[in-house]
């Protein structure tokens, strides 16, 4: 029985990567290119632990990463392509009504002073989630519709406020906008995740494109990985991805969700102010 649902498992994910590579088709001149590109996702679902270029390639048993290296760093092809190809494949399979478009800048952490984006800038902090958030509504110029400016403050740093200007319908409740605002930090957790699974930080290239390139894979193989787990919900839990198992990929979702929960528990204290 459990070899058959393995089986069963193990088709379903054969299926997944046979769809991914036919929107990914387009963006290779060749059948060689987009093999290059499936290899290269696979290796960063694997179990290698660090997703650099000789132990992905003893992963996928290649006697050398140059050919690898070669694709990422000077391949003809455009990671705007793919990167278009992600955001069709992540609406399609994750599309929602209520979705929420979240937009924010992660830092790499890197030495030396030749790869791309290693010079001084600037890195967002973790920890600082537990706020106190008020609220004034204001004159709104759009017919049936609400504005708001909407301001928290930490609760561990009394110092730190910050605003955000809400536009809503006329039925939708305070509490939906600082719901909102407060999704911004689920990306923080997507980012982590990346790093951890994909090797989203962990490129070895010298150009922009090269980095371009690596962190569009990452992206992707992390948008299939996710479909994966969307797919087996409800399965046993067993081996079902590259080298990887979705049984430890859940346990470390499962576990960084709930610490984001702890994290940003929001005290919702709300003052009603007079309309300006």
Not at 71 to 96: C, H, M, N, P, T
Not at 178 to 197: L, Q
């Amino acid at each position: 029985m459990v070899m058959e649902i393995e089986k069963v498992i193990q088709e379903k994910v054969e299926k997944e990567m046979q769809e991914l590579k036919s929107r990914m088709q387009k963006c290779y001149y060749s059948k060689s290119g987009l093999n290059e590109a499936e290899k290269y996702i696979k290796g960063l679902m694997s179990r290698a632990e660090r997703k650099k270029g000789w132990q992905m390639s003893e992963i996928l048993r290649e006697s050398t990463p140059y050919r690898m290296q070669q694709f990422i760093g000077r391949g003809r092809w455009s990671a705007d392509e793919l990167r278009d190809v992600l955001q069709k494949y992540v609406k399609e399979k994750f599309q929602d009504e209520s979705a929420v478009l979240v937009v924010d800048e992660t830092g790499f952490l890197k030495q030396g002073k030749m790869s791309a984006g290693v010079q001084r800038q600037y890195s967002g902090t973790a920890g600082e989630k537990i706020f106190e958030w008020q609220y004034i509504e204001v004159n709104c110029s759009i017919e049936n519709h609400r504005k708001y400016l909407i301001f928290k403050r930490s609760l561990t740093d009394n110092s730190q406020i910050r605003g955000y200007i809400a536009y809503g319908s006329c039925e939708t409740k305070i509490e939906e906008f600082v719901k909102n605002a407060g999704i911004r930090w689920t990306i923080e957790m997507n980012f982590a995740e990346m790093k951890g699974e994909t090797g989203f930080d962990q490129y070895e290239v010298r150009s922009y494109d090269g980095w371009h390139k690596h962190i569009t894979l990452s992206c992707l193989a992390y948008a299939f990985l996710t479909v994966l787990r969307e797919l087996f919900e409800n399965l046993p839990d067993m081996s079902v991805t590259y080298e990887n198992t979705m049984e430890d990929f859940k346990k470390r979702e499962n576990q960084s969700r709930n610490e984001q929960n702890v994290n940003t528990s929001y005290n919702s204290r709300f003052y009603i102010h007079s309309k300006l």
